[in-house]
């Protein structure tokens, strides 16, 4: 069956993130703040970075493209931002353009990624150029190569790793460099510099797609020129655009492909292999290699399931009490052992939900998104006549 058939039909809203990462409050060895401040307050933020008093610019000790920062009057939601007034045209070989940095966080808007921080249009002293909000966090490069995260972390980090290659080959991202990759204390992956993006090629920024994660793939496939001009036509060409979907054809064929060699399951990701199957922690990636090979070997090496068992779903959050649907028989079980809410999850039906012990937040603001569209991460523990996960990371509109 082909790619585009296998996936269920997902609404997509066009300009709207449809998901996000929610922050990591606490820890349970200390605090982890998020860097992702953005989330949830994308409109505000945009409006403020394009209208803000600018205290100052200086040039920033990094990259090829001569980026500056811009420091910005206290008191609004940010206090800086890169800016980048690239002009659209060649520069050492490569084209580039301050508006394929608006593209790559329009896109990830689209899509739900989450990982490029606000990028807006902004002129500064008469020049064009593309002002992105100011990331908080180290590079992969000030960490000497791919991190490797704690246990509890590994499946929500490799996930992520996956999630970020296929966005690189939807835009072509000709620079993935350990530059570019960020990680907060939360153990958020975080996307920035994107100015060579977006050219009309149908190439494969990362060749070794292995593995996919089946949530994104079917937002991805959900895209078609019309949903991609609307939200893209003021910062691409027509031919830039159609180069996005030729690409993400593209993709489709090396996913059927592997299907084909593999099997669905091994390739479509449910964000889980058997923990007993995976090793307990994934080989630091040496700090020589380029990023691409880092990667291929935190992919390959490290488990996409954390050693609890950490899967994923997507539904709609249901308060069990008067759930009176086709799952009322689970409802009324999950009631009476305690339970509060559950998860409609297509063909899974309904899975009770409750908190984790490691971090009670994510379960506590599914409280607030009674009949919301969710992505959950969590743990399938034993029920009686019932599923129920232990909620360990939730992902809202």
Known sequence: MPAKQRTMCVTLLVGLALLVWAPVAHLQDGEAISAKTWLGHEAEIEEYMKTAEILGIEDLPVGVTNPKSADLAPGGPVDKFAWKPLKPGIYRGF???????????????????????????????GELGAAIQWVNAPTFKDLGGVPSPPNRYIGYWTIQLIRAKMFDCLIYNRDPNEGNWLKDPAWNLMLIDHSRSFTPD????????????????????????????????????????????????????????????????????????????????????????????????????????????????????????GYQGLYAHIAEAGVRAGHTLGLLAGNEGLLCLTASERDLEPYARLLGLVDREVEIFGVLVDGTDMAVVQVTVSRVP
């Not at 989450?114 to 249009?121: H, Q, W």
């Not at 991609?228 to 030729?246: F, Q, V």
């Open 95 to 125: 084209w580039e353009s301050y508006k394929a940095e608006i593209a790559a966080y329009e896109l990830d808007k689209l899509i739900g990624l989450g990982m490029v921080p606000v990028t807006v249009e902004r002129r500064i002293r």
């Open 202 to 321: 149908n190439d494969m920024a990362h060749e070794d797609m292995n593995r996919i994660d089946r949530y994104l793939w079917e937002r991805m496939q959900q895209l078609d020129e019309p949903i991609l001009t609307e939200a893209l036509g003021e910062w691409l060409s027509g031919r830039e655009i159609r180069a996005i979907l030729e690409r993400r054809d593209r993709m489709g064929e090396i996913i059927d492909e592997l299907v084909a060699t593999n099997g669905e399951a091994a390739v479509l990701l449910r964000y889980g292999i058997p923990p007993d199957t995976a090793p307990a922690a994934p080989a630091p990636a040496p700090a020589d290699n380029d990023l691409i090979d880092s990667l291929l070997r935190a992919v390959n090496e490290a488990p996409i399931i954390a050693p609890s068992s950490e899967l994923t779903w997507m539904g709609t959050v249901v308060e069990l009490d």
